[in-house]
């Protein structure tokens, strides 16, 4: 698997979300387990969750509790892997998100965190989404004060602006590592920060990057699917391709809840698109 940085850590290209193997719909534990193992079978270091991706009010961080559980059963080496997990966003089990941004919150979503997934030190830590009724300097001053602390190695934001990117910069004194914003195919609205992202070296980690490609999954019926029918491949790898070339700073988040698709997945890392059909996917 070719490798990216998040600040000075090294990870796969391609990245697994969690989250589709905890909310409404997912799968049972064993077949979720196989899907990591599938994942790290393929090479991929970088696994997100987050505490809010769980179903019922009862169980919270549910899927970083699988994480390590899948990690933990995994017969070769995970020294290497890197979770990545959020806080800042909640599900009150009604099915709808919630926001809580405040310092407090954060530091004990931090501890919470930290014991479901059985480390000392989260590898790196993303403010989820900003809070209305908490400053953003002072949410992002928690992460600030976690760095400083040890609690967690890298910072990184979730669902922001170009300014709250330079925003938290600034408050994290160089230090933010990442931001993870929706970006795909059909929803390209965050085409400044990654631009931002790649002048200033932070990882762009696109979240739901195979979103909306559902007509491209027919071959033939889009750009992205007669492209994945001359290279014999599926146009989920042409789409993390894409995003792939697009610089070297983004690294695909796609989800997964079955060991079939993550696998596929992974091998967009090693597909090569000519200029002329990444033109013509950019249009």
């Known amino acids: 698997m070719k490798q990216r940085s998040i600040a000075e850590k090294s990870v796969s290209a391609i990245g697994l979300g969690g989250m589709p193997m905890s909310i409404e719909g997912r799968p049972g534990t064993a077949r979720s387990v196989r899907t990591i193992h599938a994942a790290l079978d393929a090479g991929i270091t970088l696994i997100d969750t987050a505490d809010a991706y769980h179903q019922h009010a009862d169980e919270v961080g549910h899927n970083e509790s699988l994480i390590a559980q899948a990690l933990a059963s995994y017969g070769g080496d995970t020294s290497n892997v890197l979770v990545a997990t959020k806080g800042g966003h909640l599900r009150p089990g009604?099915?709808?998100?919630?926001?809580?941004?405040?310092?407090?919150?954060?530091?004990?979503?931090?501890?919470?965190?930290?014991?479901?997934?059985?480390?000392?030190?989260?590898?790196?830590?993303?403010f989820h989404r900003p809070d209305p009724e908490t400053p953003?300097?002072?949410?992002?001053?928690?992460?600030?004060?976690?760095?400083?602390?040890?609690?967690?190695?890298?910072?990184?934001?979730?669902?922001?602006?170009?300014?709250?990117?330079?925003?938290?910069?600034e408050i994290l004194g160089g230090r933010l590592a990442s931001v993870q914003n929706q970006f795909s195919p059909a929803f390209r609205s965050s085409e400044a920060e990654l631009r931002l992202c790649d002048e200033l070296g932070i990882a762009f980690l696109p979240w739901?990057?195979?979103?909306?490609?559902?007509?491209?999954?027919?071959?033939?019926?889009?750009?992205?699917?007669?492209?994945?029918?001359?290279?014999?491949?599926?146009?989920?790898?042409?789409?993390l391709a894409w995003m792939l070339a697009?610089?070297?700073?983004?690294?695909?988040i796609p989800g997964a809840s079955r060991p079939e698709s993550i696998t596929d997945s992974a091998q967009a890392a090693e597909l090569e698109l000519s200029g002329e059909e990444l033109a013509v996917l950019d249009d």
Request: glycine share 14%.
């Open 136 to 169: 953003y300097e002072e949410s992002v001053g928690a992460l600030r004060d976690l760095l400083d602390e040890g609690k967690i190695q890298l910072a990184g934001i979730s669902n922001a602006t170009v300014d709250q990117i330079r925003q938290a910069r």
């Open 208 to 239: 739901s990057p195979l979103g909306g490609i559902g007509k491209a999954g027919k071959l033939g019926e889009s750009a992205f699917g007669r492209v994945a029918e001359q290279h014999g491949v599926s146009p989920q790898q042409v789409t």
């Open 94 to 126: 009604d099915g709808s998100w919630t926001l809580d941004g405040s310092p407090a919150h954060l530091r004990e979503a931090v501890e919470g965190s930290l014991k479901r997934l059985g480390v000392e030190a989260i590898g790196l830590y993303q």
């Open 246 to 252: 697009k610089s070297p700073v983004v690294i695909p």
